[in-house]
């Protein structure tokens, strides 16, 4: 009986079966199988070629001892609190400036987007040539008389990470702009005309009443920012090849760099894992109260 | 481009209607108010076009020049010498072709990784709106998951997969690891919009006798054109800029324009050509450049879609 109905179920929708092979490998095979693998190899002793000897949790007590990766969660720490912080204020506020039932609107909006265009490679040595304290922004400003001046973040490893935060911002606020102004635009024009009524100042109203009505929009903002801050690499890698000395490492730099170069691949495996937990911190949470309070309310 | 409606007044006064923005009225053209609004606003995008307006400015001087003048200084002598000698005789190693070699990888990479992802996760969304089978939600719930997962953390068993197919390291290997990474925002989008459209259109087609793939080619395709666009914008730039997956699956010969770029403005050898360096930045950054300003709306539409991928 069996027997004739799993061939008549297998073969059911078999185009749709067919046309969804792509997702299902990808999904099984690199996604799941591939992050399954990194992890299990994370706890070997893995050099040049991936060997399984399992030696515990040596990678991880070597890569929470290696200064470098040290430096590198630090300078994360940094650029992510700049990230998160600047581009959610500065993407709101230009927001809510082009909100304002302005002309050349649409103008505005190209130029504060354009950015978001470029790679971070391009982003990156822009910026690199900006900074330049030879010949960019410092030597203008000594040359206009204060001869003192010292504006040179690229070349100065204590400010070095701030310097790729000017970069990153320039390039990301747009988006956040944009994410920001249709939440504006989704809001309902009579709540602006109730506040106008109650005499409530502009500020106040988009500081107690706005902002909070645009609660799910910041939190998927925030995710994405957040989701972006784990992933930097290439802008670093540009701008200052994580230079002077390893002062603007950053993880993923971390983890090609030990995969691809040293030749070490335990070390690249575990800090890779490193970055899907934290990834795991901010993603589960945020998917829990998305989608998990809908469920029981 | 996308300002173009705003310089006609009545079509801008429509469109701001349609749109529907908050917030107080303008009063007088001259008020403090809009001193101020229009003031922030214009400072603001001198700060954002400065970057464009150097590269620009110093791609086009001389190097005596640029080491006695000041960066933001308009040219005294124009020169397009740097742009020739960006396109066709910059170094990176041993190549001495300029990025010509990098440009036309770029091309060889996007276009069949463009088609290929969209192929894929345009059935693949058709299939998931209108072609439910069981298990296929699982599938597409693991799938949106693991776009948040880091590359880094899937980049060496792909390695692994890639050598023992045997096209690691070629072109046609970099254009499949696109196409599985490009997956997943690609699938959300097209599945969506197929799930938005008259479930009626379906059913009958069905009654008519059309199949899968009847219907996916005389029917949705037709009137789906327009995410079309949006997920070719969206794969176009985000193929274009990518880097990561460029150094990590080329070699130095199929190497994209970004990588190539990378090595040569930040090479150690030699004497650094600013003016070059820029040239060429721009040239790498022209293509998704162009595609943002022809684009405009549609480009919005995209990146509204492809945040979500984070």
């Given at each position: ?94 927001a809510a400036l082009l909100d304002q039932k302005i002309r050349f609107e649409d103008t505005f909006r190209t130029i504060f987007l354009y950015p978001f265009a470029l790679s971070f490679i391009v982003t990156g040595l822009v910026w690199q040539w900006l900074l330049n304290p030879d010949f960019g922004v410092q030597r203008v400003v000594r040359d206009l008389g204060w001869t003192s ?58 500081l107690f009443i706005i902002i909070p009505m645009m609660r799910p929009v910041f939190i998927t903002t925030l995710v994405i920012i957040a989701a972006g801050i784990v992933k930097v690499y290439d802008l670093v890698v540009a701008q200052t090849s994580g230079g002077p000395g390893i002062a603007s490492e950053v993880p993923a730099k971390y983890v090609y760099d030990y995969m691809f ?37 | ?252 010969d199929t190497y994209p324009m970004t990588v190539q770029l990378n090595n040569i403005v930040n090479s150690v050898q030699g004497v650094k050509e600013y003016n070059v360096n820029m040239a060429a930045t721009i040239l790498t950054g022209l293509v998704p450049l162009i595609v943002y300003f022809v684009s405009g709306k549609l480009f919005v539409r995209g990146i509204a879609a492809g945040?979500?991928?984070?």
């Amino acid at each position: 009986m069996s027997n004739s109905e799993r061939p008549n179920q297998l073969f059911r929708n078999l185009n749709a079966k067919i046309a969804s092979i792509p997702m299902i490998l990808t999904a099984l095979v690199v996604f799941v199988g591939g992050t399954a693998w990194t992890v299990l190899y994370s706890f070997t002793n893995s050099k040049l070629l991936p060997r399984l000897s399992f030696v515990g949790l040596d990678q991880y007590h070597r890569l929470w001892s290696t200064s470098r990766w040290l430096v590198s969660i630090e300078n994360l720490l940094i650029y992510g609190a700049i990230s998160l912080v600047f581009s959610l204020v500065i993407g709101f506020l230009l927001a809510a400036l082009l909100d304002q039932k302005i002309r050349f609107e649409d103008t505005f909006r190209t130029i504060f987007l354009y950015p978001f265009a470029l790679s971070f490679i391009v982003t990156g040595l822009v910026w690199q040539w900006l900074l330049n304290p030879d010949f960019g922004v410092q030597r203008v400003v000594r040359d206009l008389g204060w001869t003192s001046f010292s504006f040179d973040p690229l070349y100065n490893s204590s400010i070095v990470i701030y310097g790729i935060s000017i970069a990153a911002l320039w390039q990301g606020t747009g988006l956040i702009m944009c994410l920001m102004l249709a939440g504006l635009r989704g809001i309902d024009e009579d709540i602006w005309k109730a506040a106008r009524v109650d005499g409530i100042p502009a500020w106040k109203t988009y500081l107690f009443i706005i902002i909070p009505m645009m609660r799910p929009v910041f939190i998927t903002t925030l995710v994405i920012i957040a989701a972006g801050i784990v992933k930097v690499y290439d802008l670093v890698v540009a701008q200052t090849s994580g230079g002077p000395g390893i002062a603007s490492e950053v993880p993923a730099k971390y983890v090609y760099d030990y995969m691809f170069f040293a030749q070490n691949l335990g070390q690249g495996f575990a800090a890779s894992t490193m970055m899907l937990l934290s990834v795991v911190i901010v993603i589960v949470p945020w998917a829990y109260l998305e989608f998990g309070g809908k469920k029981r309310g | 481009m996308a300002d173009v409606a705003s310089l006609s007044p009545g079509a801008d006064a429509l469109r701001r209607d349609a749109a529907g923005p908050s917030g107080p009225k303008p009063r007088h053209v001259l008020s403090r108010r809009n001193i101020f609004l229009y003031g922030t606003l214009i400072v603001v995008a001198l700060y954002y076009l400065l970057p464009l307006y150097v590269m620009i400015v110093t791609s086009l001087k001389g190097m005596p020049e640029i080491r006695l003048g000041n960066i933001f200084s308009p040219p005294m002598e124009i020169t397009f010498e740097p742009w020739v000698k960006a396109w066709a005789t910059a170094c990176t190693g041993l190549n001495c072709d300029g990025l010509s070699r990098g440009f036309w990888n770029s091309v060889r990479i996007t276009v069949p990784s463009v088609l290929l992802s969209i192929a894929i996760a345009s059935v693949n969304g058709y299939a998931l709106a209108n072609w439910r089978f069981k298990g296929a939600d699982t599938f597409f719930i693991i799938l949106i998951v693991g776009a948040f997962i880091p590359y880094q953390v899937m980049i060496y068993p792909i390695v692994i997969i890639l050598r023992e197919i045997g096209i690691y390291g070629s072109l046609t290997g970099l254009v499949i690891v696109h196409s599985i990474f490009g997956m997943p925002i690609l699938t959300l989008l097209f599945r969506n919009y197929f799930t938005s459209m008259p479930e009626e259109l379906f059913r009958a087609a069905r009654v008519d006798g059309a199949g899968f793939w009847g219907i996916y080619l005389r029917i949705m395709l037709p009137m789906s054109l327009p995410i079309f666009v949006v997920a070719i914008i969206l794969q176009v730039t985000g193929i274009w800029n990518d880097f990561l997956f460029g150094v990590v699956y080329t070699r130095p010969d199929t190497y994209p324009m970004t990588v190539q770029l990378n090595n040569i403005v930040n090479s150690v050898q030699g004497v650094k050509e600013y003016n070059v360096n820029m040239a060429a930045t721009i040239l790498t950054g022209l293509v998704p450049l162009i595609v943002y300003f022809v684009s405009g709306k549609l480009f919005v539409r995209g990146i509204a879609a492809g945040a979500v991928k984070g």
